[in-house]
């Protein structure tokens, strides 16, 4: 389905334009797309400053609409499509919740360990830095696993705004030339995904 006036900035490497994506084609969205952050510029130009201040990607526009923040793209890509966001207001409600779990808790102690794998020159690499983000994101990912051992998604029976990003984080995390322990009940949810039309072209990049 194509939708008038929705365009998308921001690049690929990054998780959070990857998880608008992976939700856009879950919607069935075409969702025109352009390039922008390290590498491509274009976030520090005055006419990208207009639209979000912070310089960071991604930026949804819809029509005269400019959104920034990721999960409040997602959270608003559901709504407008009529999807994603339950309509029972306390499952609707630990969808919010995961959503502001995965961007507070589980990204900001993640996000090292593959900064300084994938971002960072092996001879300047922080191992010291890498171990602390294991040590941290090792629990949260237990906890995820235990969550998953009776629902197949993470608000409950039905797939909502809140899989994306957890989606998206497991891409990051398994990615990692690292050892991991098992979880069996995160990788049979993440080998769903996978399976999934909808991740084709994010799930199945390579980190960079």
Not at 90 to 118: K, M, Y
């Amino acid at each position: 389905m194509t939708a008038q006036g929705l365009h998308l900035w921001g690049r690929l490497s990054s998780i959070n334009v990857r998880k608008v994506v992976l939700c856009a084609q879950w919607l069935g969205l075409e969702l025109p797309r352009s390039d922008a952050g390290l590498s491509y510029g274009v976030v520090d130009t005055p006419a990208y400053r207009a639209m979000n201040p912070n310089g960071l990607v991604p930026v949804l526009q819809d029509g005269d609409f400019t959104l920034w923040e990721s999960n409040a793209i997602l959270r608003y890509l559901c709504e407008r499509q009529g999807r994603g966001m339950p309509a029972d207001l306390r499952t609707r409600a630990e969808a919010n919740r995961w959503l502001d779990w995965q961007q507070t808790t589980l990204n900001r102690v993640s996000g090292p360990a593959f900064v300084q794998w994938i971002r960072t020159p092996a001879e300047r690499r922080d191992m010291a830095a890498i171990e602390a983000s294991v040590r941290a994101s090792e629990p949260l990912f237990e906890l995820l696993d235990v969550h998953l051992a009776h629902r197949p998604y993470m608000a409950g029976d039905e797939v909502s705004a809140a899989d994306f990003p957890i989606a998206c984080e497991l891409h990051r995390w398994f990615g990692l030339p690292q050892a991991r322990p098992a979880w069996p009940h995160l990788e049979r949810w993440y080998a769903g995904w996978l399976a999934q039309p909808c991740s084709r072209g994010v799930l199945d990049l390579p980190l960079a």
